[in-house]
């Protein structure tokens, strides 16, 4: 799991300018965008249901290794609708950048990735899941349910600034 550093640039150009900033100096970068994920208690993710209408929930965001990432139960709607479409878009608003990332979410699997996702939960949430045969579950809870982590890689990413005339846009694998 590693995100590269994406292409940073103005949302808006001169012929956009009214009201809009167009000054490259307010470009914010992506590391910015990171500690905006990094910080908030809870995001949100929006997936697409099956009948093609957004559905949107609260998460928790863990970064690794710089990739967004959330826990899930496996047969919520938000995991069932990744298995059927791996679309998603996390949304959080920080004090100094409200953010949009436009993303496809993925199951994490393998035992040191798992690990390293369920280390970030425990570090930042001090939400400990333990990881069995592959499997991501919550023991402090009645039955030891079972969770599923995504990763959630960024395809393009929008950063407003709090005054609303400020935006960058980040555009990932030359999307």
């Avoid at 209408?53 to 690794?64: F, S």
């Avoid at 878009?89 to 920080?94: A, F, H």
């Avoid at 496809?104 to 798992?114: K, N, P, R, T």
Wanted: net charge negative; glycine share 6%; charged share 20%.
């Amino acid at each position: 799991m590693r995100v590269d550093t994406p292409v940073a640039e103005l949302l808006f150009h001169e012929e956009d300018a009214t009201p809009f900033n167009t000054d490259v100096a307010t470009l914010k970068t992506w590391s910015q965008a990171l500690a905006c994920l990094e910080s908030a208690p809870k995001c949100w993710l929006s997936t697409v249901a099956p009948d093609g209408r957004p559905h949107a929930a609260p998460v928790m965001v863990v970064l690794v290794d710089g990739a967004p990432c959330i826990a899930s139960r496996p047969n919520s709607r938000k995991s069932r609708n990744l298995a059927r479409n791996p679309r998603a878009v996390i949304t959080v608003s920080g004090d100094d950048l409200d953010l949009v990332v436009s993303a496809d979410a993925h199951q994490v699997s393998g035992g040191a990735a798992l690990r390293q996702v369920a280390a970030a939960f425990a570090t930042k949430y001090d939400w400990t899941f333990t990881i069995r045969d592959d499997r991501v579950c919550d023991e402090s809870l009645p039955g030891s349910p079972q969770y599923a982590f995504y990763e959630v890689s960024p395809v393009r990413a929008f950063g407003y600034g709090p005054d609303g005339l400020t935006a960058t846009r980040w555009r990932f694998n030359s999307t």
